[in-house]
């Protein structure tokens, strides 16, 4: 299943250019953290999902900077493993930089379709928004069963198709040339990942995160916009300011800009042997 937009599941564009460092993931997550109306933070939604017990050895793919371990570090067990991998260099990078000297973590580069470790060895792989971005999914889907122990599970969020439309919907009225397109990767999303999940896992769930965004300032959302790979190459950087003045307009029309969010975690487990 291909995605929607070809850079997405492009390996060179995804390391070279949007995932080099934190940046554009750190300007969507700003967005994210600070306007969401949820009744609980995202990241500690996603602890409680874990399930972390003292002896525990897990794996995560996809970790960009390890900004989840830095919000829920308080909280860990003692006696955890915890293997961070990303293929980009620049990712793991800063999560050695923020995280090593906590010996319970190791940083790893790493492809998520070729892992290192033998079989049977983690029993937690985390894969956060990151497997529709995989260009060969059922490979990474796989590997991460292969390295599972038995009774093992995979925790991974992703979006519905909806996922931020009413940004993209704005996008189209600031930008005619943006019309018909939406930033969101469709190829492992809510509606068709438990299908990809299935061949691998004997209990698949969807648990939602009940939360939207009520944006109240406009330069944080034109970031969030340049961050995408689409807003990128459909927008000129030479227009940000005109976007930051035209969601402006609407802010002090409206008092906000309301976006709507279709998220939620599938948890997997493998059978018992
Ligand atoms: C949208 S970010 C998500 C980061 C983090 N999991 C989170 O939820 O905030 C996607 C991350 O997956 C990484 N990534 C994409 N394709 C990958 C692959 N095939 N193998 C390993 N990492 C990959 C990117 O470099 C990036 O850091």
Known sequence: M???HPLNNDPVYLRKYQYQDAANLEARIAIHKRFSTGKSEWNDFVFDLLELREGMRVLELGSGSGALWRVILGRLPDELTIFLSDFSLGMATQAVAGLTPDPRFHVLCQDAMALVFPPRSV???????MLYHVA???????NISRVLCSGGRLVCATNGPGHMRDLDELLAEFEPAYRGMHAMSSSFNLENGEEQLRPHFALVELVMYPSDLWVTD??????YAYSTPLVK?????????????????RIAQDGGIAIRKQTGLFLASKPLD
């Not at 060969?136 to 796989?142: M, N, Q």
């Not at 190459?233 to 307009?249: E, G, K, L, N």
């Open 2 to 4: 291909k995605d929607s």
């Open 123 to 129: 029993d937690l792989v985390i894969a956060n928004h």
């Open 136 to 142: 060969s999914r059922g490979l990474a889907i796989a």
């Open 218 to 223: 406009a330069a944080m959302l034109a970031a």
């Open 233 to 249: 190459a459909t927008i000129s950087r030479a227009r940000q300011q005109d976007m930051m003045d035209f969601f402006q307009q």
